[in-house]
């Protein structure tokens, strides 16, 4: 059966495809190229991509990143559609399922929604209840940097407090809008807040995301 993970692999392949290696991302300073360079070496390279969390490992993810750029965009394009090599950690499909989905359906939105004419998304159910379900155990460490307190709220009334404070601003949106909220695309992001409006601006532009 196919997983999340899986199906967002392959739609992100599709969406890095169609827009060329040069189109605009939501990723600040990165076009498609480089987007694409990245989610393949988060699971081909764990030597390097630990520079997305380590420091001192930053350099090593840099050059590995630069090299990755440079090949053949078709390239980088069929080692993602390929996914992970055998002996990788990623190559478990529950691992892929809890590492990979949120992070390709959040990289498949940034190439969706940096284009002017991208339309809103329906989510099965059954996905939507999945990334509420990986946000809620993410939700603290995705909101540990915001100015104010928030509360994630789904259209049915469940909620998950991201971070503890006062003034409170409530979010309130479908899963996979919460998801890019708290993952920094708080600008594209089809949710509503409230809140004081001064706490509401702060929450807009804080550094959310893990």
């Given at each position: 059966m ?5 199906r967002?692999?392959?739609l992100l ?8 290696p ?8 990165w076009?498609?190229r480089?987007l694409a360079?990245?989610v393949?070496?988060r699971?081909r ?9 380590l420091?001192?490992?930053k350099?090593r ?15 980088l394009i069929q080692l ?5 090599p055998?002996?990788?950690v990623?190559?478990?499909k529950?691992?892929?399922?809890v ?5 390709f359906?959040?990289?498949?939105e ?5 284009q002017p ?8 159910p059954?996905f939507?209840?999945?990334l ?7 939700s ?10 928030l509360v994630?709220r ?5 909620t ?14 479908e899963p996979g809008?919460?998801t890019?909220?708290?993952?920094g695309?708080?600008?594209?992001a ?8 001064e706490a509401?601006?702060k929450?807009?532009?804080a550094?959310l995301?893990?």
């Amino acid at each position: 059966m196919s997983t999340h993970a899986k199906r967002e692999r392959l739609l992100l392949a599709d969406l890095l495809e169609s827009a060329g290696p040069e189109a605009p991302t939501l990723c600040d300073g990165w076009r498609t190229r480089e987007l694409a360079a990245h989610v393949v070496v988060r699971e081909r390279r764990p030597d390097a991509a630990g520079g997305l969390l380590l420091n001192v490992l930053k350099g090593r993810l840099d050059k590995a990143m630069e090299e990755y750029a440079a090949k053949p965009y078709e390239e980088l394009i069929q080692l993602l559609r390929t996914g992970p090599p055998k002996l990788s950690v990623y190559s478990l499909k529950q691992i892929d399922e809890v590492a990979n989905a949120v992070e390709f359906y959040v990289h498949a939105e940034d190439v969706r929604r940096a284009q002017p004419d991208w339309s809103p998304r329906t989510l099965d159910p059954v996905f939507s209840d999945s990334l509420w379900s990986r946000l809620e155990k993410l939700s603290r460490l995705a909101g540990r940097r915001s100015p104010v307190g928030l509360v994630l709220r789904r259209p049915n009334g469940q909620t998950a407090v991201a971070h503890k404070g006062a003034p409170v601003v409530t979010v309130t949106g479908e899963p996979g809008e919460l998801t890019l909220f708290c993952f920094g695309r708080q600008a594209s992001a089809a949710v509503e807040l409230d809140g004081p409006k001064e706490a509401v601006a702060k929450l807009t532009v804080a550094q959310l995301g893990i």
